[in-house]
């Protein structure tokens, strides 16, 4: 299954809205790539459920595995975050991540 396929699975046109948010902001392609990735992992971690339907929980839940579980720098947790923070104020229209710290 490709990047593309998992978001789209969960939520269709999400790859096309997610793009042209990133493109709006004028974020450079490694950005772009790396939200991709980051957003994506965190839809397949919740068995590609539908986002909007996800709570501050479940990001914190995500990026608690990330850092426990994987181990991942704090330099690409706090990538991780940051994506989400993005995906979700300006894809899904939804206010900063409550209760998520940075790393």
């Known amino acids: 299954m490709t990047i593309t396929q998992a978001l789209e699975q969960s939520q ?3 790859v ?11 974020l450079n392609q490694r ?8 957003i994506t992992r965190f839809v397949l971690f919740h068995d590609s459920k539908d986002p909007e339907a ?14 426990e579980g994987m181990r991942v720098s704090r330099a ?8 989400l923070a993005f ?3 300006k ?3 939804k206010s900063e991540l409550s209760g ?3 790393a």
């Open 54 to 67: 996800l709570e501050s929980e479940d990001q914190q839940q995500f990026l608690s595995y990330l850092s």
């Open 16 to 26: 096309r809205r997610l793009t042209a948010a990133i493109r709006e902001q004028q």
């Open 76 to 83: 690409r947790l706090n990538q991780a975050r940051q994506a």
């Open 91 to 93: 894809v899904l229209g």
């Open 12 to 14: 269709p046109d999400l």
């Open 87 to 89: 995906f979700y104020e």
């Open 31 to 38: 950005a772009e790539q790396t939200y991709l990735h980051w």
């Open 100 to 102: 998520v710290a940075a």
